[in-house]
């Protein structure tokens, strides 16, 4: 099975690791002296399912502690193959931590993977390993979407008499909104990032001084193209 594909480990601790091609995913198992964690999963266009070829993904591990500034710990790096499929040899010797986690973070130009209005785009998941998960397959599959933009053109060519103008959006993995003051003519434009391809919902209101108005919408914007949306008060 594809999954039981890994990167290779030439060490005993997970320090002599080094990122890998995804070709190389291609090699037999072996490295960690018999006692690994074996990371593994893919990487698919949420669109179309497809598998993503060329994410590098970096493994991270934050001990337990006490102190919230502990530093995480970069372990290494993979690169999905063709058919975006990964693997990752892990020391479980070395990181047997209950109470520590490990991430995974990841990006490729012409995707996203949750809202751009999030602190951090780059981070996939987070999760925890036990003695229970050596030497099988712990699979963590992700899922990016494919990329568009459009822009969001707001105007109102007479003073307002409103106090805030709120303008969100979501896509599926989170909503992400900008705020204008009121009480003023403007002619101003907002571009987003968004999934292509799927509805994007498109929600403004309009609100204080006695206003209160609210409009919902949906575009869907095609692969390499954008798209205007427009407000006019």
């Known amino acids: 099975m594809k999954y039981l594909v890994f990167f290779i480990c030439l060490g005993i601790t997970i320090a002599s690791c080094s990122?890998?091609?995804g070709e190389q995913l291609s090699y037999a198992r072996e490295g960690c002296s018999g006692q690994c964690y074996l990371l593994t999963g893919k990487v698919t266009e949420q669109q179309s399912g497809a598998g993503i070829a060329g994410v590098e993904l970096k493994f991270y591990f934050k001990p337990a502690s006490y102190n919230i500034i502990t530093n995480?710990?970069?372990?290494g790096s993979a690169i999905t193959n063709s058919e975006g499929v990964y693997g990752f040899f892990l020391n479980s010797a070395k990181f047997r931590?209950?109470?520590g986690y490990f991430r995974i973070d990841g990006s490729k130009d012409g995707y996203i993977f949750k809202n751009p209005g999030d602190a951090r785009n780059d981070e996939l998941l987070t999760f925890r390993l036990d003695s229970?998960?050596?030497n099988i397959p712990v699979v963590n599959n992700m899922a990016f979407y494919k990329s568009a933009s459009f822009t969001v053109q707001v105007k109102a060519t007479a003073v307002?008499?409103?106090m805030f103008l709120t303008i969100?959006?979501?896509y599926g993995t989170g909503g992400f909104s900008s705020v204008l003051t009121g009480g003023k003519a403007f002619n101003?434009?907002?571009n987003y990032k968004t999934a292509a391809n799927v509805p994007t919902l498109i929600q403004w209101n309009a609100t204080g001084n006695g206003v209160n108005i609210s409009r919902k919408d949906t575009i869907?914007?095609?692969s390499g193209t954008g798209k205007t949306y427009q407000i006019e008060l």
Do not use: A, H, R
């Open 19 to 21: 990122k890998t091609t």
């Open 72 to 75: 995480e710990q970069l372990l």
């Open 97 to 99: 931590s209950p109470l």
């Open 132 to 134: 229970t998960m050596i």
């Open 160 to 162: 307002t008499n409103f």
């Open 168 to 170: 969100g959006y979501d």
């Open 188 to 190: 101003q434009s907002f």
């Open 220 to 222: 869907v914007v095609p």
